[in-house]
């Protein structure tokens, strides 16, 4: 029998390399792979022609055979990658992208600037070894008047000054109600400060919101005076303010202290001598406090002979306000990004 397999291996060689030549995708070339390089493809079909092949010529029809395989596969190979890359390059170019138009910037928040003063005011009385309390903003209107010797015909206590919920559940008008939820579960020596909302019947302006913050403190232990509630204050001022301040006490009337006083401090600005910040008086009207009524101690649980407190109240947006310079309590709570970003 004769067979001419040196002349059908060139004539697959010669038509493989022309349609491997002119296939457009990876699915045809992997088609291709099949047909001429597969187990059944068309060169392992002339590999097994050699058995019919005389001795001598084996060998070198054999080598024939091996280096076409592998001429076909590297050409196989060669076109895949070329495939590829146009591949990529035409997805590169559709989807190309215009570095010199204008990005999408994304916006960080920033602290509220009455988080900045609360948190700045924690880390200092904290520092003096106060702790940090919470309670409820719907309270009952005992922790927030009886108890705090308020009596039930005060004025604070009319429809036209709080929000009543019930009869007697009412949205706290003071964080002092802390105050009295606190001295009833805890003996002293008490140390704490007690940060919160707090709401009052008022309408908008520059001064005035129906909803606020307060910053109560209180401490109760033996011998406490208002010498100790002096340094207290001079020392929180001093370190809020990384200056020098002068308190001033004015005689005052809260309910659940005795005596009481509203503080001044001398202008953190100008030190005393007059200024814009201070309106020319060297002094700012800073807070309220007092030393602890005996009867608030009594109702508390407190014996008032061994016993004596000091207690004071914040306004966190005074503080704020008079801090940063704002002139409007509106401005906190607008949330204008323009007002916020800011601080
Ligand atoms: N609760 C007072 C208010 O809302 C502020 C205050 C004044 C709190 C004197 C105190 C204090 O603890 O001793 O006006």
């Not at 966190?316 to 310079?325: G, P, S, V």
């Amino acid at each position: 029998m004769k067979v001419d397999l040196g002349g059908d291996l060139e004539k697959i060689r010669t038509e493989a390399k022309k349609e491997i030549e002119s296939a457009k995708s990876l699915k045809e070339l992997e088609e291709l792979r099949v047909r001429y390089l597969g187990k059944k493809g068309e060169i392992t079909s002339v590999l097994r022609g050699l058995a019919l092949l005389a001795d001598d010529v084996r060998p070198v029809i054999g080598n024939l055979v091996n280096s076409v395989r592998a001429e076909l596969e590297s050409s196989l190979n060669q076109k895949v990658l070329k495939i590829k890359g146009s591949e990529l390059e035409n997805s590169l170019k559709s989807e190309s992208l215009d570095v010199t138009l204008p990005g999408k910037s994304r916006k960080t928040g920033t602290k509220h600037p009455l988080r900045t003063t609360l948190d700045a005011m924690k880390e200092i009385f904290v520092g003096m070894g106060f702790s940090v309390v919470s309670g409820p903003e719907i309270e009952w209107d005992v922790y927030n008047f009886d108890m705090l010797n308020i009596p039930k015909n005060h004025l604070a206590r009319n429809e036209s000054d709080t929000f009543f919920i019930t009869d007697d559940l009412i949205l706290r008008t003071q964080t002092s109600s802390v105050q009295a939820r606190h001295m009833q579960l805890h003996k002293p020596p008490i140390r704490i400060i007690s940060p919160g909302k707090v709401y009052r019947v008022d309408e908008i302006d520059s001064t005035h919101s129906p909803m606020f913050h307060q910053v109560e403190g209180l401490v109760v232990d033996k011998g406490v005076t208002m010498g100790n509630l002096k340094h207290t204050l001079e020392t929180f001022f001093e370190r809020f303010y990384g200056r020098e301040i002068r308190i001033r006490f004015r005689p005052h009337n809260f309910q659940f202290t005795e005596p009481s006083a509203e503080v001044d401090i001398s202008c953190f600005v100008c030190g005393g001598e007059g200024c814009r910040t201070c309106k020319n008086e060297g002094w700012i009207e800073a807070l309220g406090c007092g030393m602890v009524h005996a009867n608030v101690l009594s109702m508390c649980g407190i014996d008032p002979v061994e016993y004596s407190g000091f207690a004071f109240g914040f306004g966190l947006e005074r503080i704020a306000m008079q801090k940063f310079e704002i002139d409007s309590l509106r401005l906190f709570f607008e949330n204008d990004v323009r007002f916020l970003e800011q601080f």
